[in-house]
Every structure is written in structure tokens, then in C-alpha cells.
């Protein structure tokens, strides 16, 4: 079992920043073999990804909409996610979820193959 935590959201008006921060916990698994990512759906929309990160390989996947703007990371023992807002758009607004996939072996950029997910974050950007 994975739990994840996320926090760091808010409100911020165009061209700001913001920085989330997912915590995860767990027992059984190794975090250098587990995929985390962060996913976001805004209202009447899909969930989509947004970043992903696979640290067994040192990979990572950005969706087009936020490259250049957005970057993941994690923490030292790899338990810990962070993503990076800089230049926030009004497109950007949609609740966030931290996901989390042990043993992924591979990159996964599709929300369906991550089982663990986060209770979501809020971010709101005003033009």
C-alpha cells in the first residue's frame, strides 16, 4: 500500500509560480523502481497527464502544455515529489493529483497505469 499527500496549491494570478509537493508512504516497495507522476482535471475535462518520473531509469515525460514552464523532481530517498509551476497559465487551473505505480519497470505516462493516487490539490490561476 501507498499512501500519497499532496500539498502546495492555491491561487496565483498569471505568470506566477507555485510548487507541489507530494509525500509519499509506504512499506514493501522500492521507491527507485516506482513511477510517480502529477495528473490534473479540470471541470468537464479528462484527467491528463501533466509530469511523470521513473527514477530506476532517470526518466521523465512532460505533456506539451507545460514544457519549459513545469519540471518534476524528487526528493533524496525518492519518497517525496515535487512540481515546479513557473509562468502560470488560466489554462493551468484544474485540481492536481500525485499518482504513484511500484515496480513500473518503464515510464508510464497514462493515468490507467498508476494504481495510488493522491486526494488532489487545488490550483486556481486568474488572468
Known amino acids: 500500500q501507498v499512501q500519497l499527500v499532496e500539498s502546495g496549491g492555491g491561487s496565483v494570478q498569471a505568470g506566477g509560480s507555485l510548487r507541489l509537493a507530494c509525500a509519499a508512504s509506504?512499506?514493501?516497495?522500492?521507491?527507485?523502481?516506482?513511477?510517480m507522476g502529477w495528473f490534473r482535471q479540470a471541470p468537464g475535462k479528462e484527467r491528463e497527464g501533466v509530469a511523470v518520473?521513473?527514477?530506476?531509469?532517470?526518466?521523465?515525460y512532460y505533456a506539451d502544455s507545460v514544457k519549459g514552464r513545469f519540471t518534476i523532481s524528487q526528493g533524496n530517498a525518492k519518497r517525496t515529489l515535487y512540481l515546479q509551476m513557473n509562468g502560470l497559465k488560466p489554462e493551468d487551473t484544474a485540481m492536481y493529483y500525485c499518482?504513484?505505480?511500484?515496480?513500473?519497470?518503464?515510464?508510464?505516462?497514462?493515468?490507467?497505469?498508476?494504481?495510488?493516487w493522491g486526494q488532489g490539490t487545488q490550483v486556481t490561476v486568474s488572468s
Open positions: 509506504a512499506s514493501g516497495y522500492t521507491a527507485s523502481e516506482t513511477c
Open positions: 499518482a504513484a505505480q511500484p515496480y513500473c519497470y518503464r515510464l508510464r505516462k497514462s493515468s490507467n497505469e498508476y494504481t495510488y
Open positions: 518520473i521513473y527514477a530506476g531509469g532517470d526518466l521523465t
